[in-house]
């Protein structure tokens, strides 16, 4: 079965830190895996998006990282901001051409002043 | 304003009763999605279609959802008699492309937060 499991399922960090969100992931052919933002009350936004043939990608403090060996994808946050507070939402897609997206549970991510 | 809208963002609901969710897609989209989120989960895929036909509906959990494009721009997803366990946020999304998926960027929008008491 095609699962995306995420961890940890919330994290508290003071602003300023850097933290990492870890994303594992069984879909298989895979074709590219999404690192989404959502706001509370707010839908999705996409951060950053990676082939199997990319091992990095950065947007602003965000830096995501795959690999399609062990299955496994990172999202660093650097220097963290009071609006970084949101849930983080790892989402994997099948072979080239499906539309299915498949959505992990999210992180929760809290940022204190 | 050029992103995905949702009506209403919030409905509450008897039990029993019947609800309608509006989308509205980035003009031009070919492609539209319903996903159900349930508090603290992922969404999870409902419905997609392609302009006005609906080519998948696998996900829809039973035969009180129903979903129509019918001129393949708004969409609506309708409820009927509403259950407990319905109460979820209701986000659509829209991509450009025919083949949504791969390196199409799917556009959310805010959601429709439905309450059934």
């Known amino acids: 079965k095609n699962q995306v499991e995420q961890s940890p399922q919330s994290l508290i960090i003071l602003e300023g830190k850097n933290c990492t969100l870890q994303c594992n992931y069984t879909v298989s052919p895979f074709s590219n895996l999404r690192w989404y933002k959502q706001d509370t009350g707010r839908g999705p936004v996409s951060l950053t998006i990676m082939t199997f043939s990319e091992n990095t990608k950065s947007n602003g403090r965000y830096t995501a990282t795959l690999d399609a060996d062990t299955k496994q994808s990172s999202l660093h946050i650097t220097a963290s901001q009071l609006s970084d507070s949101a849930s983080y939402i790892c989402?994997?897609?099948?072979?080239?051409?499906?539309?299915?997206?498949?959505f992990g549970t999210g992180t929760r991510l809290k940022v204190l002043a | 304003g050029a992103g995905v809208s949702q009506s209403p963002r919030y409905k509450v609901a008897k039990r029993g009763q019947d609800v309608a969710l509006r989308c509205d897609p980035i003009?031009?989209?070919?492609?539209l999605f319903w996903y159900q989120q349930a508090l603290g989960q992922g969404p999870e895929f409902l419905t997609y279609?392609?302009?006005?036909?609906?080519?998948?509906k696998s996900g829809l959990p039973s035969d009180r959802f129903f979903a129509e494009r019918p001129e393949g721009s708004v969409s609506t997803l309708k409820i009927q008699r509403t259950q407990q366990e319905d109460s979820a946020v209701y986000l659509c999304a829209s991509s450009p492309n025919s083949r949504a998926g791969s390196y199409n960027e799917q556009f959310f929008g805010p959601g429709t937060r439905l309450t059934v008491l």
């Open positions: 989402v994997v897609s099948a072979i080239s051409g499906t539309y299915k997206y498949i």
């Open positions: 003009s031009g989209h070919v492609s």
């Open positions: 279609f392609q302009n006005e036909a609906q080519l998948d």
